[in-house]
């Protein structure tokens, strides 16, 4: 799999695994961050992988421990996955299943900004996708409200819209 970005992989009390680009996959590079993530006295011990970028970090298990590791990493200039362009970490629990998903979206993000200079991206098509299922279901099964209803989907449409462009801490 080719990464374009940084993830967490998986994370639990104590231990979190990170995956970083392919650019920073080199020897040097990998101790330099190794490094930095053992500086702080709640880091017990850091692991890595130059060949498959992976690093293992054992940690305490306070609740502030992930976003302290986000903010050395942030410091050492490395971008985590997102698609709202807001820099966050994405969590995920699988390793196996989980690396490709997040990569898969931020891929397709990537490319629809490329198609449309950059004016449209998922935080747009996803609701208007939500929006055009409820005007084909209502104008193929009308107001039958047994079924999920048009205004639901409108509904879903709306608030993805709003939660993806306006409330940055939902994602």
């Known amino acids: 799999m080719s990464t374009h970005h940084t993830q967490v992989v998986s994370t639990t009390p104590g231990r979190t695994r990170l995956r970083v680009s392919n650019k ?13 993530l053992q500086a702080p006295r709640f880091i017990n011990s850091v692991e890595y992988n ?10 305490d298990t306070h ?8 903010d050395i990493m942030k410091n050492l200039g490395i971008v985590f996955a997102d698609v709202t362009g807001a820099s966050e970490l994405v969590q995920v629990n699988d390793e196996k ?3 490709d998903l997040p ?3 931020y891929n397709l993000n990537q490319e629809i900004r490329q198609l449309t200079n950059g004016l449209v991206d998922l935080r747009f098509v996803l609701p208007l996708g939500l929006f055009a299922l ?7 099964y009308g107001l039958q409200l047994e079924l999920m ?9 709306f608030e993805t819209f709003v939660k993806l462009n306006f409330n940055q801490q939902v994602i």
């Open 24 to 36: 920073r996959r080199n020897q040097e590079e990998m101790e330099r961050i190794s490094t930095s």
């Open 50 to 59: 130059h060949k498959t970028g992976s690093i293992l970090v054992h940690h």
């Open 63 to 70: 609740e502030h421990a992930l976003e302290a590791i986000k």
């Open 97 to 99: 299943e989980g690396s």
């Open 103 to 105: 990569s898969a979206i």
């Open 134 to 140: 409820g005007l084909m279901q209502l104008q193929v």
């Open 149 to 157: 209803p048009w205004y639901l989907l409108i509904y879903f449409a």
